[in-house]
């Protein structure tokens, strides 16, 4: 089985503190996905990266950066963290070529 | 922009009923769908995916693609209470296995 997990479930944070949330998966996918769910908004993507050390924008990537040092490991990056970065974020995994996208458990970070 | 729509609910069916839910995508070149549930406060799991025209069923779950019409269904037979939950459909784009999502259609399964 495909096992995606994040390094928290849940996380609060100050304004203006730098954020580190973690996404690690352990089936040797290629393709890694950062998405924030918002209640009427649905799932939006942030960044994804097709191998290491690529990273590509999706359609929110503002305020957020990437890493991606290893292949199992897709690090998302609040620089200054605002309270309209509270949300749901979560982590997919791919393989290359397909479609399938496995999710880890979501992290849900409130900025106060 | 490519698009996914889905009618959000609340979709009421009481237990033992069929629930049918629908989604429309408006990218014809999309080839490959998808349907995730979703509990609440928790994170999206694969049901089925479906990349040929017609149905394609996997237990009580039957997931039914019309490209020409560009809509994709997944009915669920003998609904029970713990089939509540918001239900994603997911659509291919283009580019890399990206996926658009919907909004999601929350199923409420009525004892």
């Known amino acids: 089985d495909v096992k995606v997990t994040q390094s928290s479930r849940y996380l609060v944070k100050r304004t203006g503190e730098k954020v580190f949330l973690e996404c690690v998966q352990d089936m040797d996918h290629e393709n890694m996905f950062w998405y924030r769910q918002d209640p009427g908004l649905g799932l939006r993507l942030i960044y994804f990266s097709y191998d290491v050390k690529m990273k590509e924008k999706g359609d929110i990537p503002e305020g957020y950066s990437v890493s991606r040092e290893k292949k199992e490991r897709f690090s998302l990056i609040l620089e200054s963290a605002s309270t309209n970065q509270t949300s749901m974020y979560l982590c997919a995994s791919s393989a290359r070529g397909l479609d399938t996208q496995y999710f880890g458990p979501g992290t849900r970070l409130t900025v106060l | 922009q490519k698009e996914v729509e889905q009618n959000s609910g609340p979709l009421s069916v009481p237990e033992g009923a069929i629930a049918s839910l629908n989604c429309t995508y408006s990218?014809?070149?999309?080839?490959?769908f998808f349907w995730y549930r979703q509990y609440s406060g928790k994170s999206p799991e694969l049901i089925m995916f479906i990349y040929s025209n017609g149905d394609k069923e996997d237990g009580r779950f039957t997931a039914q693609l019309n490209k020409a019409s560009q809509y994709v269904s997944l009915l669920i037979r003998d609904s029970q209470p713990s089939d509540s939950a918001t239900y994603l459909c997911a659509v291919n784009q283009d580019a890399g296995n990206m996926l658009t999502f919907g909004g999601g259609t929350r199923l409420m399964v009525k004892p």
């Open positions: 990218d014809r070149g999309s080839q490959s």
